[in-house]
Structures are given as structure tokens and as C-alpha cells.
């Protein structure tokens, strides 16, 4: 800690002149920065504040109107204090400085007895210098840490986690919109911690820490430190409510906040080109949430308010399947997932809704949707889905995807466990004719859900072959593609002749030659059903294969 007048009274070399403190009581927390021993009259152009000066008196001597000015002029340069020996021998100028203290604003202390000027200032100083030493030693011992985790790429949460080791405090990282980036909670829960985030930082409008420790002044008594370089500043790193323990001990502080700040800096240039720091930070809630160990729901909420989703009656998991495409490169998925989650960001904002969204595995965008109200879901799923198509389709490379919802849950913990069922739907949908349909739900897949849950399975690809084994033996496409469109038609020649065939003796011979190499009946309800199952399970298959 740096040292105090008061600290200065406690040695046992100024406690032997038995001082006596005659005014400034409550300043003596002043920080000493240096010991002046002087006798002059003025001292204005000797000091440069901080210094505690050490006299006899013998400048005003038994005039308590040259005490005074005496007093005044250590005051207006900034002295963190004047003691002043006069002993029992010169009671009139004992007297003149104990009049003229009553209307000091700094410490004045009176020592009864003599001691040794020279033995204060060598303890003093020696402590003030070593106080000095640990402040370098701990400064570079700080710089060391952060230049190490820049050198090793460290992560953004494992930086922000050793700021908050190093401070023995939370820390909380967050965006230009007060949103929660990363956070370590220290000894604090983080639905406190959390708790109505954006409000509480949004109110906090300086730097630096407010006088007193009260309760209403806890929101106020945040240390911050931008993070950014110049212009491009976008986020800070904050200390909510750190208990105001010494100037000093905030300067450390903030000394601490900014290279971890600076550190952040440096990571958020090499990771330009990698997804924004809040979608990793809402990835990190959303694979925590579908994990073995789900936080508590309070908790959850908390921080899911902090990412910016908005506290709802329902949630809604949506996923969005990606479509990959042929002839493309090993990154173009990972480019396609960042262009939609930033499209997603995008109508979210404009259409006021909130949700979390990540790329929870290769081609598919994870999303808890907050519902105002569990009668809007359709409203809300179409407003969206149907912005996002029309951006999708605008894009300089236009996404194709297909969007899966599972059920509204009032836990956000089980809305994520909805997630798989969103995926399985939304990867399944890819296989259908979309039409004007902006999403689709588990009823819409049916027993092409199922399928699609099946089509690896050893027996159904079996199964598959064998049906279709007729036909496949010399790769005729042509018949596939025949008997593919016979099925949807329900066997209905009438309909599959209007659709595409002019000619209905070459149809129908075409459907005989079929059945000859099927070696079954088309005509027979349950031979329909068998092969148009095997159809499904080879398209779900090949489907599988291109993705």
C-alpha cells in the first residue's frame, strides 16, 4: 500500500516526539510522496505536492497570522501534510499554530518532543522507494503475464479469467452495445453479477470509482478500460462495483485492466477473420446448455439476458440447414455460416426480435428464438424465415437453406435440448419440395423423417438395394427417374401422362418394361409402398453423400 500521513504517525521514530494531530483529521489518508524538511518562510517553488514537510516553526515563529499564510501556502502547493516540533519551551509558538491550524485544510501535526529529523526522512524514503520497486516489480510482472497469453494466442475468456486472478475481482468483457461478451465471475454468482446487465452499464458514464463504498454508489464504482485500437474501440473491460480500498490499489486496477485490454486488442486483430467474439460467446451458452451439465434455469436466463436475448414466456429452437452445394472448397461451408449468422443478426434487429445463434456443427445454424407470446410462434417464424429468404436470395453469393422448428419450450435449457429435433427436421426438409413454405415442423416430414433417421442402417440400405435391384444393375437413371415420378403421382398413369408423358402407349409400355425388371406388380398397393420407401432411402442417401 502506498504510504499515508497516517501511515507516518505509526513509526516508532515519529511516535517518539508524541505528536498530536491539530487539524485534517480526515485527511489523514493523504498518499506521502516525499519527506521535505525545510525552515523558509514559502515554500511554493519547492514542492510539487504530495510532500509531507517537516519544520521547527522558526518560518512563522509566535505570529499566528504568519502561521496562518505559513499553513496556507503548504496547502496551495499541494503538501500532503506539515509536523511541526515545538516543544514544552516555546508555548507561545505552540499557541500561534494551534490558532492558526483551527482554519487549515490539511494535516497539521504537533510534536511534543524532539526526535531526529534525518531518521524520519532515511525510513520514510527507504519505504516510499521500496513501495516504488514493488509497483515496477508487479507492473512488469502484469506485462509479462499478457505478453505471454498474446504470444500463445490465447482465447478471449481465458484472458479476461486471468485479468480477474490477477485482480482477485470479476471481470466482465463486454461490446459497444453492452452486450456480454466474456466473464469471469470470481466470488461472485453470475446471476448477480449479470443481473439486468445492459441497464446497469449503460448508466455507468465515467471512468474511475466514486466516493464511498454505499450501496447506491455500488453501480457508479466501476473501474473501465477500452478495448481498441483508436477509433476502432469496440468493447471495455469493467470491474462492476470494486470496493474502493486506496487510489492507489485503483490504479493497479486499472494498470491490470489495460493490458488485458491491450491483450484483447492483439487477439481480436489475429482472429479478424474468425467469427465475432458474441457469437462465440452465445455458441459457448448454447453448447453448455445441451450439455450433460445444463446451468441452473436462473442462471441460464441471466446470461442469456446479457448476450441480448430478451427474458420470454416461450423459446423456440430453429435450425437452419445449409445446403452445400457441388465443386466447393473445404471453406466456402465455414463462409456460408458466417454470412448467414450475420444476415440472421441483421433481420433480427430489423424485424425486433431477440434470439441466440451459432454454428453448432458443420452446415447448420442452432437458434433459441424468444417468442413474445406462444400464439405469435407462426407470425414470428414467418416474418423471419421470410426476411431471411429474400436477403438469402439478394446475397452477392446466395445461400440456400432450409429451416426446421422444434416445439416452444418455457425453459431455455429445454428449448436447446429441442435443438436435435429442429436439426433432424430442418436436414430431412432439405429432401422436399419447399414450395411457399418458409420452415417446417417434425408433422411436416413424417415418414421422411424417419427414413432419414434410418437411412445408415445397415438392413435399410439393404433393404433399399434389394427393392430396387432391377433396375440399378445397369445403372438405368432413365427408370429410376420413371418410377420415382409414378410414386408421387400415388400410381395414377392419368396424371403422371399429363405431367410429362404426351404420349400414353409409350408410358404405358415403358411402366410394363418396369415392372418386368422389378419383378413385381405397380399395381399392387404394398409394392408401391415397399419401393417408394426404397426410393426415399437412396435419395436421403445420396443427399447425405453431397452434404
Known sequence: MMLTVAAVLELDVMRAGAPEVLAGRELLERPVRWVHVAELRNLA??????????????????SAAAAADYLAGLEAAGAAGVIVELTGDRPADAAALTTAAAGARLPVIRLHRRIRFVEVTEVVHRRIVARQFEQVARAREVHEVFTMLSLQSAGVQEIVDRAAQLLDSPVVLEDNSHLVVAFAPGPVPPKDLLRDWQRRSRAVHRSGLAEGNSPAA?????????????????????????????????????????????????NRLAERDQAGLSQQAQAGLIHELRSPRVPDEAEARTRAEALGLKPSPAYL???LHLEAGAGQDPMSMQRKERALLEMLDSVLSSTRNTALAAAVQTG??????????????DSVLERICGVLA?????????????AGA????????????????AAHVAQTAGTLSAGTRRYFRSTDVRLRGLLALLREDPRAVTFADTELSGILEDGAGEDLALLQKFLECGGNKTELARRGYLS???????????????????????????????VLLRQLRSLSAAG
Open 45 to 62: 517553488d519547492l514542492l510539487e505536492g504530495g510532500e509531507l514537510v517537516l519544520t521547527t516553526g522558526l518560518a512563522f515563529g509566535d
Open 218 to 266: 455500488a453501480d457508479a464504482a466501476w473501474l473501465q478500460a477500452p478495448v481498441g485500437l483508436g477509433s476502432q474501440r469496440w468493447g471495455r473491460l469493467v470491474i462492476p462495483g470494486l470496493p474502493v480500498a486506496s487510489e492507489a490499489a485503483a490504479a493497479e486496477a486499472s494498470m491490470v485492466l489495460e493490458r488485458a485490454g491491450q491483450a484483447l486488442s492483439i
Open 317 to 319: 429452437p430453429l435450425v
Open 364 to 377: 447448420q445454424v442452432a437458434v433459441l428464438l424468444a417468442l413474445p407470446a406462444r400464439l405469435l410462434e
Open 390 to 402: 429474400e436477403r438469402s436470395a439478394e446475397a452477392a453469393e446466395p445461400l440456400t437453406w432450409t
Open 406 to 421: 422444434g416445439r416452444a419450450r418455457s425453459a431455455l435449457s429445454d428449448a436447446a435440448a429441442g435443438l436435435d429435433e
Open 504 to 534: 400414353r402407349p409409350t408410358l404405358y409400355a415403358r411402366l410394363e418394361r418396369l415392372e418386368a425388371k422389378l419383378g413385381v406388380s405397380l399395381e399392387d398397393p404394398e409394392s408401391r409402398t415397399s419401393l417408394h420407401v426404397a
